[in-house]
């Protein structure tokens, strides 16, 4: 009985010590200054999961297609690459600013080149298509699902399956949309 | 209908056409950059492989860009006749993007 009365009584002296400490104003807001390593490790582990979990049943179209590719590298530059940069670029306002920081995407996700078959790309392609469709909450990656559909949100993963590789002459050829928009009408 | 009518009613629902284009690809023209295909002739083609989706693609938009050069002017002068193109295409160019 005793025992029982104290755990209760330790449940009753942290939740007030939690609610205290969300009213008192003394957590640092502001985007610069980073998280603890334990806050960041538990954020990171329920974002992963999450994002993992949602996106295993999407089926991939074939993201080597030219056309998906080219329609999606003058999406990323036009509304992307502010955050997530281009080949040539370091940092921006935005990738240096904004915290969580965007991931650079013209940095190859894996230190070594997978095959393009292997199940490590295909699972990291449907998180991104994913990411990219409903925005990741409390940072700044926007939810493009509500203003894009699925075709536009995959042609833009195809585009980003090659960015790595391309160099910034390259970068511009794919990404320009110049006057060939009107061409297949 | 009065053509006074018929011409407010046009310009309501040439008005509530608006949202559904704002994402249209065509919005974002104001960056409308050409690709620069000289940097492609410069690079050895030796090194290409053109099993490369990457090389394909520059390959394609090189290609259509040149394709596009000399009727890219009329299509520029005459904005208007455009607007209404993409307006009435707008339902499937989302689909097929490029077909």
Redesign the interface.
């Known amino acids: 009985m005793k025992q029982i009365l104290k755990v209760l009584l330790l449940m009753l002296v942290t939740g007030s010590a939690g609610f205290a400490f969300l009213y008192s104003g003394i957590y640092p807001m502001g985007a610069d200054s980073p998280h603890t390593s334990l806050t960041y490790w538990a954020l990171e582990t329920l974002r992963e999961h999450s994002i993992e979990r949602a996106s295993r049943t999407l089926v991939l179209p074939d993201l080597?297609?030219?056309?998906?590719?080219?329609?999606g590298?003058?999406?990323y530059?036009?509304m992307c690459s502010a955050c997530h940069l281009e080949p040539g670029k370091r940092g921006s306002d935005m990738s240096a600013g904004l915290y969580p920081q965007p991931p650079n995407l013209t940095i190859p996700p894996f230190l070594h080149r997978v095959d393009d078959n292997s199940e490590r790309t295909s699972n990291l392609a449907r998180e991104q298509f994913w990411v990219i469709k409903h925005g990741i909450k409390a940072s700044g990656m926007p939810a493009w699902g509500k203003?894009?559909?699925d075709?536009?949100i995959w042609?833009m993963v195809a585009f980003l399956q090659?960015l790595p590789?391309?160099d910034s002459?390259?970068y511009?050829?794919?990404t320009?949309?110049?006057?060939?928009?009107?061409?297949?009408? | 209908m009065s053509t006074q009518s018929f011409r407010s009613l046009l310009a309501i629902l040439l008005f509530l056409t608006v949202p559904a284009m704002a994402h249209d690809p065509s919005e974002h023209m104001r960056a409308a950059e050409n690709p620069d295909c000289t940097t492609m002739d410069g690079s050895s083609h030796e090194g290409m492989d053109s099993n490369d989706p990457i090389v394909q693609a520059m390959m394609k938009k090189c290609m259509s860009a040149m394709h596009k050069e000399a009727t890219s002017i009329e299509a520029e002068a005459t904005e208007s006749p455009a607007l209404g193109e993409r307006m009435t295409e707008e339902g499937h160019s989302h689909d097929h993007p490029e077909s």
């Open positions: 080597s297609s030219p056309d998906l590719i080219l329609a590298g003058a999406d530059n036009e203003t894009h559909d075709q536009r042609a090659q590789r391309l002459a390259q511009q050829i794919l320009a949309r110049g006057n060939t928009e009107e061409a297949h009408h």
